[in-house]
C-alpha cells in the first residue's frame, strides 16, 4: 500500500473515535526503517477540550497525552485495521503523542505555535546560518516569521524550512 494511502485510511478510520474520546490527530506516517514498516500516529487533546486554567488541567483531565490515551486510541485503531486490513504488508503500529519538542509539520501547526519558542533548520544558510531558534511571531500557508533573542527578525518561505519543532525551555 502507498503511504499516502495507509495514513489517509488511519486518519478516516480515526476521525470520528477520536471526535468523541476529545482527542485530535497531530500527525501520521507510514515509513519503512530498515526491513520493517510502522504506521505511526500522533495524537493530541483536542484545542476545545483545552482550557486555561490555574491548574492547567483540561476538561479530560489534563492537559498532555497520556500512555493511557495512547492505548486507548492504538486498540481502537489496530482493531478498526484488523476488520479492514487495508494495508498489505506487515507494519507496527505506534500511537503517541507528538511531545514537548513537537515537530512543526503542517501549516496549522505553525500557526497554533505562534508565540512560542521554535527551532528551525533551514535546507540553505540565511544570513550565514542553517539554524534559527527564536520566537514564532506569524505563520500561514506560505511563510513563517521568527524573531530571535537577539531580535533578528526573518521571514522563511515553508519550502526554505528542512525541519522545525518547538524548543523545550528549561
Known amino acids: 500500500m502507498a503511504k499516502k494511502k495507509a ?14 474520546e476529545g482527542y485530535e490527530l497531530y500527525h501520521t506516517e507510514f515509513i519503512k ?35 493511557e490515551d495512547c492505548e486507548k486510541v492504538s486498540r481502537y485503531l489496530s482493531d478498526k485495521l484488523d476488520e479492514t486490513d487495508p494495508i498489505t504488508q506487515n507494519y507496527y503500529l505506534e500511537v503517541s503523542s507528538p511531545g514537548m519538542d513537537r515537530p512543526l509539520i503542517e501549516a496549522w501547526h505553525y500557526t497554533r505555535a505562534i508565540g512560542k519558542v521554535v527551532d528551525v533548520k533551514l535546507y540553505k544558510a540565511v544570513d550565514g546560518t542553517k539554524n534559527i531558534t527564536g520566537t514564532l511571531k506569524a505563520a500561514d500557508d506560505d511563510t513563517v516569521e521568527i524573531v530571535t533573542d537577539e531580535g533578528k ?16 525551555i528549561l
Do not use: C, N
Open 153 to 168: 527578525e526573518y521571514k522563511l518561505d515553508m519550502t526554505e524550512i528542512a525541519k522545525a519543532k518547538l524548543a523545550v
Open 33 to 67: 526503517e530498515g526491513g520493517d514498516w510502522f504506521l505511526r500516529v500522533y495524537i493530541d487533546k483536542a484545542q476545545d477540550r483545552v482550557s486555561d486554567t490555574a491548574d492547567g488541567e483540561d476538561s479530560a483531565g489534563g492537559p498532555y497525552i497520556s500512555t
Open 7 to 20: 495514513t489517509e485510511t488511519a486518519s478516516e478510520i480515526l476521525a470520528p473515535f477520536l471526535e468523541k
